[in-house]
């Protein structure tokens, strides 16, 4: 049974740096591409990085890229998501969830199944 969980989240200031973690098991994570989405109030599901399996590719969305930097551990089954110079417009719900594939190809939003993404952790950016 596959099973994730984020932390990390909380409350930052404009311009703040949170760091969110998500370890995953119940599946072979280092054969695994792993994807972060963020779900803000009001707003759908936007995919936000992804990195394969094994670490050597990684993608960001625009809104993200040079603040964002997404890396994985495969000895501890777990995934970081390191945000800086955060926005108040990153305020959401943050999901790591798992690809179906090693590559990063494979990590459009519409291949994600709902029972491979975590419970989510919340980050809040106040101006």
């Known amino acids: 049974q596959v099973q994730l969980v984020e932390s990390g989240g909380g409350l930052a200031q404009s311009g703040g740096s949170l760091r969110l973690s998500c370890r995953g098991w119940?599946?072979?994570?280092?054969?695994?591409?792993m994807t972060w989405v963020r779900q803000g109030p009001g707003k759908e599901l936007e995919w936000v990085s992804r990195?394969?399996?094994?670490?050597?590719?990684?993608d960001y969305a625009d809104s993200v890229k040079g603040r964002f930097t997404v890396s994985r551990n495969n000895a501890i089954n777990t995934v970081y998501l390191q945000m800086n110079d955060l926005k108040p417009e990153d305020t959401a719900m943050y999901y790591c969830?798992?690809?179906?594939?090693?590559?990063?190809?494979?990590?459009?939003?519409?291949?994600?199944?709902?029972?491979?993404r975590g419970q989510g952790t919340q980050v809040t950016v106040s101006s």
């Open positions: 969830a798992k690809c179906p594939k090693p590559y990063t190809a494979s990590c459009a939003l519409t291949n994600l199944l709902p029972e491979d």
């Open positions: 119940g599946f072979n994570f280092g054969l695994t591409a």
């Open positions: 990195i394969a399996g094994s670490g050597g590719s990684t």
